[in-house]
């Protein structure tokens, strides 16, 4: 029952802890009677994302992939996968929905950005490109920007990242699912 931190309410970029909220909103949504885990999800190109996403080769192979939520909930939690977690964050209603459960949930001061793909983009100091999915295109695009343009953003995001979220905040929310005031 008790809590000792430093810089424990300060906000830092979560990237792929954020994953977490959107896991709790799929099951918050299951809790609910909203879905199930054996609903099937479909995956095309464009679902896909940028960074780690071992689903990708799958989608591509035959321009789409059918699935389960539960799959999709295994992969973004124990692959990390960014396209399975943006296709679930999208399942259960987007950025608001997981801003909802953070909100509704009592679960303190954690920001949810607005997903994978213009997270990663704004980041880099770039608008979102459908392109960016596939191959290396991210990272070209990335690498051709001045690197002043790119500190710049990076900067901006670790100084106020709109994913941010107080590590204390973090901690207390992980001791209150393990104590099953959250999900069932």
Known sequence: GWQMDAN????????????LWVAMTVLDARDRGRLTLDDPVTLTREN???FHQPIAALVVKNGVYRTTVRELLLRA???SDNTANDRLLNLVGGPEA????????GLGDIRFGPGERLLQARTAGLPWKPEYSM??????????????????????????PIDGAAPSAIALALARLKAGEILS
């Open 8 to 19: 424990g309410t300060r906000r830092m970029p979560q990237q792929s802890v954020s994953k």
């Open 48 to 50: 896909l994302t940028v």
């Open 77 to 79: 939690m124990q692959q």
């Open 98 to 105: 997981v801003r909802a459960m953070i909100r509704d949930k």
């Open 135 to 160: 191959g290396r295109s991210f990272q070209q695009a990335r690498a051709a920007l001045a690197p002043t343009v790119r500190r710049a953003a990076f900067e901006a995001y670790v100084a106020d």
